[in-house]
């Protein structure tokens, strides 16, 4: 019995000796990235760093945090942020979303973030090169406010990024929104009409892209993985009369250029040509075209309302049926 409490006590003495040793260590590597910001002409202020969490966890809290890029010119400020990591591993970290006010200034405009126990999560796994694993963000209900006006919102949001356990260099990502609220500056932008639904039905997203290598520490350096497949298994829109799902899949070459082909299924087309137009995204002097092409390819699945089309890329082209749409976006990252 002796020789199991004198176990206990080393083992305990042991992991109160780890903890602080990671504890302080997590704190430097905190206080060490806000210094590299300065020293990158960043303004990077914070009243206080504390820590505490034992024994299980190391929680690094920063106070009246602001950060701010003079090149892009975007600033983010908070009242506080909490990061928490694993204690046998703080390579497994979260940040916790603060529920009070984020202030986020870019050169277009400020907005407010408002968010309900958002966290976001990093899991990297504990080798030299510390490749990602997975990473995230969820929240419960959300908005974003610019001019005092709800600019948009959910009741819900999970964005997950995951590592495929058969395939290091391939990774998952799933993107949903629960009851997504557009507010009334984007309804006034696309002209909506007063009865058009308030939120959208469904807003999910789910594929798969494999890179030329895994993701690691080194993927914000310049030689930065590049991906070479595109597996869209679903994008599922549903708002008011219109819903649109795609899937497909894309090869990309070491340029780029992608090679496949992605089905697109839209009910309501029509509907789809007008917020089109009316944001901008397609010219007016365009839209007679793109209505004959659409009413012609909609004729040939037997209904004029729905849309069952392909868009399909080759040798550095992208075109919907018989119809060119010119060269093909390349996908890199910079």
């Not at 909490?82 to 050169?107: F, H, N, Q, R």
């Not at 590049?226 to 497909?248: E, F, N, T, V, Y």
Request: aromatic share 8%; with cysteine.
């Amino acid at each position: 019995m002796r020789r199991l409490a004198w176990m206990f006590l080393i083992l305990a003495t042991l992991w109160c000796a780890w903890w602080t040793i990671a504890s302080i260590g997590m704190q430097l590597a905190v206080t060490n990235w806000l210094e590299e910001r300065r020293a990158f002409g960043w303004q990077a202020n914070v009243d206080k760093i504390s820590k505490h969490g034992f024994p299980l966890s190391l929680n690094t809290r920063l106070d009246a945090l602001q950060i701010a890029d003079p090149i892009s010119k975007v600033s983010l400020k908070t009242s506080q942020l909490d990061l928490v990591a694993a204690a046998y591993w703080p390579g497994y970290m979260a940040a916790k979303i603060p529920e009070t006010p984020i202030i986020v200034s870019t050169p277009t405009g400020q907005f407010t973030i408002h968010s309900k126990t958002g966290r976001a999560d990093l899991r990297l796994h504990p080798t030299t090169s510390l490749e990602l694993q997975g990473m995230g963000i969820s929240s419960g209900a959300w908005q974003i406010i610019t001019e005092q006006k709800t600019f948009i919102a959910a009741d819900n949001l999970k964005v997950a990024i995951d590592q495929d356990s058969g395939n290091t260099k391939s990774y998952n990502l799933a993107i949903e929104a629960i009851n997504l609220f557009p507010g009334s500056n984007l309804r006034t932008l696309l002209t909506l009409p007063k009865n058009w639904s308030a939120s959208f039905e469904a807003f999910a997203v789910d594929l798969n892209i494999t890179f030329d290598r895994p993701l690691d520490r080194t993927a914000s350096r310049e030689n930065r993985p590049q991906p070479r497949k595109l597996d869209l298994h679903r994008i599922d829109i549903a708002w008011g009369d219109l819903s649109i799902l795609a899937s497909g899949q894309l090869n990309i070459d070491a340029t780029g250029v992608p090679t496949g082909s992605i089905k697109v299924d839209a009910t309501n087309w029509r509907l789809l040509v007008d917020l089109a137009t009316n944001s901008g995204a397609l010219p007016t002097q365009q839209r007679p075209q793109v209505e004959i092409m659409m009413g012609a390819l909609s004729n040939l699945g037997g209904n004029p309302s729905d849309l069952n089309l392909t868009v399909s890329f080759k040798d550095g082209q992208m075109a919907l049926g018989p119809i060119n749409l010119g060269p093909a976006p390349r996908f890199i990252l910079r």
